[in-house]
């Protein structure tokens, strides 16, 4: 699938769910702001560390839900904090991680970021995989698929230009837009038979009977469209990057 495919199907599950996407990611917003801004003081420091872990899980778990045509609720933005550690170390894990590769130089932080950017939504599908293993299993998922994502995040660019001329107010629309359609870019790493494995309710999405056909007819359009891209991001001959 080309990136104007995931966009569009996003804008479709979008579609009636605008409203409670639009507000969820707008508190989202104001709890990372927030955060951010207690970053020079000691305990809003802290409260911050704590939780922006559960709080991401959360906006996944709705970006997910949304992606898979299920219903979306503003509650599920706070559904993190029933796994309150494993999306706690992830997040903690991933941004030192991330800090660490940038401190290197800057490229290398931008390709852990895109070889983590699966983590949340395999925390969610796998409640039995530790944040860490849920992290290898993201670098494992994104081998060969950075430079598919980072054409996908690249596609909103217009979106990204028109937020700024509307002082910012857009990009609360322009938000979940993204991240259904990144979810939508998950979902189609996803072997068949791991997606037909979501028909146990794992306590965030709920699948129902129709998975089946969604399955088929996801696999049918990617099978129609298949884009052989190359992965400038994957430096697979040096150690460092693997």
């Known amino acids: 699938m080309k990136a104007k495919d995931y966009r569009q199907s996003a804008w479709k599950s979008l579609s009636g769910k605008w409203g409670v996407c639009v507000l969820a990611f707008l508190i989202f917003d104001l709890i990372s702001a927030a955060c951010a801004g207690g970053t020079y003081f000691g305990v809003g420091a802290v409260v911050g ?3 922006m872990g559960p709080i991401t899980l959360g906006a996944s778990i709705i970006a997910l839900n949304v992606a898979r045509g299920k219903d979306a609720e ?3 933005l706070f559904k993190g904090f029933n796994d309150f550690t494993r999306s706690l170390v992830l997040y903690i894990t991933n941004n030192i991680l991330i800090a660490l590769w940038t401190l290197l130089f800057f490229i290398p932080g931008i390709i852990k970021t ?12 796998n409640p039995n995989l530790t944040a860490n293993e849920a992290r290898k299993k993201s670098m494992e998922m994104m081998k060969g698929n950075k430079w598919r994502l980072f054409c996908l995040q690249f596609s909103f660019i217009g979106w990204l230009l028109l937020s700024l001329l509307t002082f910012g107010i857009l990009m609360f629309w322009v938000a979940p837009y993204m991240e259904v359609a990144r979810a939508k870019f998950y979902m189609s790493l996803l072997p ?3 997606v037909q494995d979501r028909v ?6 709920d699948i129902d009977g129709d998975l089946n056909s969604q399955v088929d007819a996801f696999s049918s359009e990617n099978k129609s469209q298949n884009v ?11 150690e460092d990057f693997k």
Do not use: A, Q, R, T
């Open 49 to 51: 560390l704590i939780i």
């Open 74 to 76: 503003l509650g599920m």
């Open 114 to 125: 895109f070889s983590y950017s699966m983590s949340y939504y395999i925390l969610i599908d």
């Open 192 to 194: 068949e038979e791991e």
């Open 200 to 205: 146990v309710d794992n306590g965030y999405v």
């Open 228 to 238: 052989d891209f190359k992965d400038d991001f994957d430096f697979s001959d040096n």
